[in-house]
Antibody, heavy 123, light 107 residues
Framework: EVQLVESGGGLVQPGRSLRLSCTASGFTFGDYAMSWFRQAPGKGLEWVGFIRSKAYGGTTEYAASVKGRFTISRDDSKSIAYLQMNSLKTEDTAVYYC??????????????WGQGTLVTVSS | AIRMTQSPSSFSASTGDRVTITCRASQGISSYLAWYQQKPGKAPKLLIYAASTLQSGVPSRFSGSGSGTDFTLTISCLQSEDFATYYCQQYYSYPITFGPGTKVDIK
């Protein structure tokens, strides 16, 4: 059974940093790309960023709203994806989800989602 | 960025109803469209990808169609567990973008 468990969320002051982890099980982690999404309270879904598998270069893509502040990385030996969030702003307050990305007819798409972890940025 | 719109934004329906939600992309995305269902306090769940391919384990009352810019999600016979918010998502190009959601509640 595919499982994704996010951790590391919490209350943080504006301008500070936080690192989220996504621990995967039930599949060969290194074979898949991974993404992060977020959802502000009462709002819709927003893509944060994406990391390809090593077979596809392990490269990353980011939303404009987080580029330069957030970094996605992965440790295939531990089956963990990370989201390093720096210079946090109040508008980064959201539930953060990690997802497994599968190749659907040549493009990556999110087939499994974690349960999410809440990040609150407030003084 | 590709802008996704959905209609309606919300509506009320009864169990047994046939319901259709539409999604439109601001530019052509071929068939690189997915539909997700989200219930309050829960993570989104994939229903359909590639515009019309049913994800494994999803009931056959869900179906999707369309290509290019116009897409639909149909639930053929609404069940109590289907009351939720539905999002379309394009994964044709970065940034990946979602529609604003369609909330289906009980009449």
């Amino acid at each position: 059974e595919v499982q994704l468990v996010e951790s590391g969320g919490g209350l943080v002051q504006p301008g500070r940093s936080l690192r989220l982890s996504c621990t995967a099980s039930g599949f060969t982690f290194g074979d898949y790309a991974m993404s992060w999404f977020r959802q502000a309270p009462g709002k819709g879904l927003e893509w944060v960023g994406f990391i390809r598998s090593k077979a596809y270069g392990g490269t990353t893509e980011y939303a404009a709203s987080v580029k330069g502040r957030f970094t996605i990385s992965r440790d295939d030996s531990k089956s963990i994806a990370y989201l390093q969030m720096n210079s946090l702003k109040t508008e980064d307050t959201a539930v953060y989800y990690c997802t497994r990305e599968s190749l659907w007819f040549g493009e990556w798409g999110s087939d499994y989602w974690g349960q999410g972890t809440l990040v609150t940025v407030s003084s | 960025a590709i802008r996704m719109t959905q209609s309606p934004s919300s509506f009320s329906a009864s169990t047994g109803d046939r319901v259709t939600i539409t999604c439109r992309a601001s530019q052509g995305i071929s068939s690189y469209l997915a539909w997700y269902q989200q219930k309050p306090g829960k993570a989104p769940k994939l229903l359909i990808y590639a515009a019309s391919t049913l994800q494994s384990g999803v009931p056959s009352r869900f179906s999707g169609s369309g290509s290019g810019t116009d897409f639909t999600l149909t639930i053929s016979c609404l069940q109590s567990e289907d009351f939720a918010t539905y999002y379309c998502q394009q994964y044709y190009s970065y940034p990946i973008t979602f529609g604003p959601g369609t909330k289906v509640d009980i009449k």
